[in-house]
């Protein structure tokens, strides 16, 4: 039960954090805000990826 919630918190953070940081990444990259705004989907996928692969 703590790995969990242990991954829910550090998936979480990470999300958010992104999210905040999307205009200070976004300028230091040289690209738009929506542009910086496709990196928010990345923990997703990478959660969805390996869901099947943690054990029940």
Known sequence: ?????LGIF???????LLARL???IGSDLSVTDGSATFM?????????A???S???
Do not use: D, Q
């Not at 039960?1 to 919630?5: D, G, R, S």
């Not at 550090?10 to 958010?16: F, G, N, Q, R, S």
């Not at 928010?40 to 969805?48: E, L, Q, R, Y």
């Open 50 to 52: 390996f869901a099947p």
């Open 1 to 5: 039960m703590t790995a969990v919630a």
């Open 54 to 56: 943690s054990p029940p």
């Open 22 to 24: 999307l205009t200070a």
């Open 40 to 48: 928010v989907p990345v923990p997703g996928f990478v959660a969805a």
């Open 10 to 16: 550090t998936l979480m953070t990470t999300e958010l």
